[in-house]
């Protein structure tokens, strides 16, 4: 693909997306100030000392910020990825297996979708220790039932091809089938929806971690933040803002790409798209 060829808005997601990812990698380097040092007095105000201000307790807003970009990232991050895997092994399973495997497999999936996600979330957090694992399990078993409906509808469309069945004459097993015959050709809508989950666990995250189950203090996180300055827009303090507008561009950035790869693929079919 030429660089020509990918418009200028999903240049300013990509953009966006490295920048959030540089200040993740490199949080200790850039930051002015510790993640949990107080330098300053409560709420001072942006442009003087400190560039974006202090937060609720003094400390640099704008190290914060840097330190809370890698703890979102991560625990979004991780989430989608073991989503994934869980999601579109399933799926492809019983699109392959059909039959008993594929009834038990999508009737388990449509009940856990019946269940609202933030409600079944707040539930299972409240009961369960609260560390970053715990976390990230929680959200990657929710958004691995959207994979599964995803993987299976296009995982079915490749499945009754001519190329899968001719495999399955020449006696190639369900792990062949899967690796080399289906998932090949299923890359284009997967791919795009692993951005749409990674955008939905960047939100997930920094909902929960704003009802005061997602990751804990003194952690840094970008919904935390919301949560520990949001007072502070009583007084016409601005502190709150600064992450909860992180948060909506970060998401902006990614479905930016998202569009992009959507528009690269014709259909869900094969999902070879225009490429």
Do not use: H
């Not at 933030?118 to 929710?142: C, D, E, F, S, Y």
């Not at 009754?160 to 809508?189: D, H, Q, Y």
């Not at 998202?258 to 869900?268: F, G, M, N, Q």
């Amino acid at each position: 693909m030429k660089p020509r060829e990918i418009p200028v808005s999903a240049w300013i997601g990509i953009l966006g997306i490295l920048v959030a990812f540089f200040c993740a990698l490199f949080a200790p380097w850039i930051a002015p100030y510790g993640e949990r040092e107080i330098v300053g007095s409560v709420w001072e105000p942006m442009g003087g000392t400190y560039l974006l201000g202090t937060d609720n307790l003094g400390r640099d807003l704008l190290s914060r910020m840097i330190y809370g970009a890698r703890t979102t990232l991560l625990v979004a991050l991780s989430a989608t990825v073991l989503a994934f895997a869980v999601g579109v092994s399933l799926s492809f399973l019983a699109a392959v297996s059909r039959g008993l495997v594929d009834q038990v497999l999508s009737r388990f999936n449509d009940l856990m979708m019946s269940i609202p996600t933030l409600i079944l979330a707040l539930v299972v957090l409240a009961v369960l220790p609260q560390n970053i694992v715990i976390l990230v399990l929680v959200i990657a078993l929710l958004e691995s039932t959207r994979v599964f409906r995803l993987g299976r509808a296009v995982a079915l469309d490749v499945a009754v091809m001519e190329f899968v069945e001719a495999a399955r004459l020449r006696g190639e097993g369900k792990l062949w089938i899967i690796f080399r015959e289906i998932l090949p050709n299923t890359l284009s809508p997967l791919l795009a929806e692993f951005g749409l989950r990674f955008a939905f666990s960047i939100l997930f995250v920094s909902t929960l971690s704003f009802l005061g189950l997602g990751i804990q203090p003194p952690a840094a996180d970008w919904g935390g933040m919301v949560k520990d300055n949001k007072d502070g827009i009583i007084f016409g303090i601005s502190a709150a803002l600064v992450p909860g507008s992180a948060i909506a561009a970060l998401a902006v950035c990614v479905n930016l790409v998202v569009d992009w790869l959507l528009k690269r693929t014709s259909s869900l079919k094969g999902g070879r798209g225009d490429a």
